[in-house]
Structure formats: C-alpha cells, structure tokens
C-alpha cells in the first residue's frame, strides 16, 4: 500500500542555473503531454541566457516530493493596464505524472500566489489548452476561465513579415 503523502514530503524553490537541464527537461515533458513533442525548440543556452543571464525574462520555482523532482513552473511578471499594477504570467506548470494528485501542483501554485502578494502584484494569468482535465484543478483553487476572450499571437515568420512593414 503507498504510503501517504505529506504537505511537509512537498518542498518548493526557485530555480537556479545549475536546474536548467531539469527544467528542459520538464518543458519537453510538457510538450509531449500537450501533444506537440516537436514544438520545443529551446535550448538549455536559451534558459541560461534568458533566465540567469544578466537580464532575466523568467523566473522558475521547483517542486520536489520526498526530495525527488516533481515539478516545475517558470513565470514572468507582465503589467495589467486596467489594473495599473504588474500581474503574474504563468507560461508552464508541470507535474510529473508519478507526481500528479499529491498536492504538487497545489504547492507549486501556491507559491506563484505568495510570490504575486509578496510583490504586490495584483493576479495570475495562464493560458490552459481547452481539453486539458488540469482546468478542473484550477476551478478548484478558485481560478475562472475569462469567457469571451481569445487568444492572439504570431510566430517568428509572422513576427518578421510584420516587421518588414515597418521599415517601408
């Protein structure tokens, strides 16, 4: 019989440069688990430069169960017009799944939510795909889908073809 998990079995930190193979590593297996294996195409040079380089754009937390790696979630602060104060971005949480229902993502989610009051930061933002069962846990911690709103964005191609307009 599995013994039962504790709050306490549950530890949690920021990430340092020496972790950025683990978090490649758990951005792959996110990829892989949002169907799209091959999207990942950054580089654990890519983490280290833009994440503990001299200007950082993300920041990481680790979570770990009884000492083993159970989870990730790398974030960034962004700045909410209507609010007129920065706001949280979640761009990745994930659980391994041996790690799923023992109150990893619980922890992890709730240092992103100390980490914003402590800045004082006024909310959390995230995108969540619309099949992924992950949204139920969300519901549950007291987040709500922002109905009516759609998601926009281009890629590299898109990024410089609309660039491109800008110099004529």
Not at 21 to 41: C, G, K
Not at 72 to 91: D, I, K
Not at 144 to 159: F, K
Request: with cysteine; hydrophobic share 45%; proline share 4%.
């Amino acid at each position: 019989m599995a013994r039962a998990v504790s709050v306490s079995d549950i530890t949690v930190r920021f990430a340092t440069a020496e972790d950025v193979p683990l978090l490649l590593h758990f951005i792959r297996q996110l990829a892989l688990f949002e169907r799209a294996p091959d999207a990942v195409v950054a580089t654990e040079a890519d983490l280290l430069h833009h994440g503990f380089g001299a200007e950082p754009k993300f920041e990481a937390i680790l979570a770990f169960l009884g000492g083993e790696p159970a989870g990730c979630a790398l974030f960034h602060s962004r700045f909410s017009t209507w609010l007129g104060r920065p706001g949280l971005y979640l761009e990745d949480l994930y659980v391994a799944e041996a790690a799923r229902g023992k109150g990893v993502g619980r922890r992890l989610m709730a240092r992103l939510a100390a980490i914003a009051v402590e800045r004082g930061w006024g909310r959390i933002d995230f995108h969540v795909l619309d099949w992924n069962p992950a949204r139920r846990f969300y519901e549950r911690l007291g987040m709500h889908h922002h109905g009516g709103w759609l998601r926009y964005g281009a890629d590299e191609p898109g990024l410089r073809r609309l660039a491109q307009q800008d110099r004529k």
